[in-house]
């Protein structure tokens, strides 16, 4: 499949290393953050989400934190293996108005996994 | 079970022709957007339809671009008059509900590129 993410930031890890990516949003309204794993070729995969009202949640390997004050997201995933290798991205969306609303998605990062 | 399916994966098309993509939803999803990721960029939102109501078509960029879900399961994206501009993947995701609780299934994609 064709490769996602050619010209996006790129973090290098070693296998069994913790990763941390990071992201900036950009609507303070937004209350409901979720992290996707896009693989080449493949649409993006929901990882992890948190309500604005909390500011960490963790799942499988997985932990996302949450910085409103200075609009920040972070993922951490724990003790990071090849399959973790991909593009990440973060997305806002508005949980409140109790409709379906569009994600909108940040820049991206291309995570490697180095053996 | 099977989840979103995109056809076709890859369209080459010359300046000038016309379009059809499809999207076909996880089966009983009421919720259907559609999204168009340039290369090295994350996916941004096209429009959004409840069942065969089109009730968000902001992200459309131009009157070339057209969606429809007659029937509330199938959707299809048409692109009048293709311009090199319109080359990207384009993304289609559903989701069981109508508010923003339900995680949207994102297809494969179709790689459109206009020659």
């Known amino acids: 499949g064709e490769s996602v993410g050619l010209h996006l930031p790129t973090l290098s890890v070693q296998e069994g290393d913790n990763s941390i990516i990071n992201c900036a949003y950009s609507?303070?309204?937004?209350?409901?953050f979720i992290w996707y794993k896009q693989e080449s070729g493949k649409g993006p995969q929901f990882i992890i989400d948190i309500r604005s009202n909390m500011d960490k949640r963790q799942g499988q390997r997985v932990t996302v934190l949450l910085n409103k004050t200075v609009k920040h997201l972070s993922l951490q995933i724990a003790a990071t293996q090849p399959g973790d290798s991909a593009v990440y991205f973060c997305?806002?969306?508005?949980?409140?108005?109790?409709?379906?609303?569009?994600?909108?998605f940040g820049t991206g990062t291309r995570l490697q996994v180095t053996l | 079970g099977a989840g979103v399916s995109q056809s076709p994966r890859y369209k080459v098309a010359k300046r000038g022709q016309d379009v059809a993509l499809r999207c076909d939803p996880i089966s009983g999803h009421v919720s259907l957007f559609w999204y168009q990721q340039a290369l090295g960029q994350g996916p941004e939102f096209l429009t959004y339809f409840q069942n065969e109501a089109q009730l968000d078509k902001s992200g459309l960029p131009s009157d070339r671009f057209f969606a429809e879900r007659p029937e509330g399961s199938v959707s299809t994206l048409k692109i009048q008059r293709t311009q090199q501009e319109d080359s990207a993947v384009y993304l289609c995701?559903?989701?069981?509900?109508?508010?923003?609780?339900?995680?949207?299934?994102f297809g494969p994609g179709t790689r459109l590129t206009v020659t």
């Open positions: 997305a806002e969306n508005l949980f409140s108005t109790g409709t379906a609303s569009k994600l909108t």
């Open positions: 995701a559903s989701s069981l509900g109508i508010d923003s609780s339900y995680e949207q299934y």
């Open positions: 609507n303070s309204a937004s209350d409901y």
